[in-house]
T-cell receptor
Framework: DAMVIQNPRYQVTQFGKPVTLSCSQT?????MYWYQQKSSQAPKLLFH???????NEADTPDNFQSRRPNTSFCFLDIRSPGLGDAAMYLC??????????FGAGTRLSVL | AQSVAQPEDQVNVAEGNPLTVKCTYS??????LFWYVQYPNRGLQFLLK??????LVKGSYGFEAEFNKSQTSFHLKKPSALVSDSALYFC?????????????FGSGTRLQVQP
């Protein structure tokens, strides 16, 4: 059974139209991460939540925001998607030093 | 700063032959090291990890990796490759000394196993 679930699997949006990607987990892990992956490159960390504490990477654009309303759910909001934001977005969870468990990803297309 | 290098973009091996996917790392403290596999249009799947203890780590699907502190390497190996092992492999590191929780990934190595 999937433990980290990302919805939708494929998302198409228009240039500049806000979009939200969702992630849920059944592992009760306290840390949730969002990564961006382009064209089979290395996943790049955007930000993560340690419990309720939000930790942004220094080079994450302001266009990217995140919400974590409870332990199980985490959202990635892209306020004004550009063509360069088309990518696979991966959600992951962990309990501190434990391996990160990844969802299947959401592939975002921007038209 | 922590970093990972995967020097080979692609590794080709015949089915039944042993395979090695190389990884070297750089951290300021002691590392946590991981290998993940990614199939097309899928998320990453955890294969194995090194935290402490025995330098030879055994993981899923017959894969293993050897931690070599003096060479700062963590190469992924399998004694006998399968066609179904063809995928993209990522090495990742977390520096235990910095308190940084997130993983830093290498650029990935595409493994192609020929029948």
């Amino acid at each position: 059974d999937a433990m980290v679930i990302q919805n939708p699997r494929y998302q198409v949006t228009q240039f500049g139209k806000p979009v939200t990607l969702s992630c849920s987990q059944t592992l009760n892990h306290n840390v949730m991460y969002w990564y961006q992956q382009k064209s089979s490159q290395a996943p790049k960390l955007l930000f993560h939540y340690y419990d309720k504490d939000f930790n942004n990477e220094a080079d994450t654009p302001d266009n990217f925001q995140s919400r974590r309303p409870n332990t199980s759910f985490c959202f990635l909001d892209i306020r004004s998607p550009g063509l360069g934001d088309a990518a696979m977005y991966l959600c992951a969870t962990s309990r501190d030093g434990a391996p990160q468990y990844f969802g299947a990803g959401t592939r975002l297309s921007v038209l | 700063a922590q970093s990972v290098a995967q020097p080979e973009d692609q590794v080709n091996v015949a089915e039944g032959n042993p395979l090695t996917v190389k990884c070297t790392y750089s951290v300021s403290g002691n590392p946590y090291l991981f290998w993940y596999v990614q199939y097309p249009n899928r998320g990453l799947q955890f294969l194995l990890k090194y935290i402490t203890g025995d330098n030879l780590v055994k993981g899923s699907y017959g894969f293993e990796a050897e931690f070599n502190k003096s060479q700062t390497s963590f190469h992924l190996k399998k004694p006998s490759a399968l066609v179904s092992d063809s995928a993209l492999y990522f090495c990742a590191v977390r520096d235990r000394g910095t308190g940084r929780r997130a993983l830093t990934f290498g650029s990935g190595t595409r493994l192609q196993v020929q029948p």
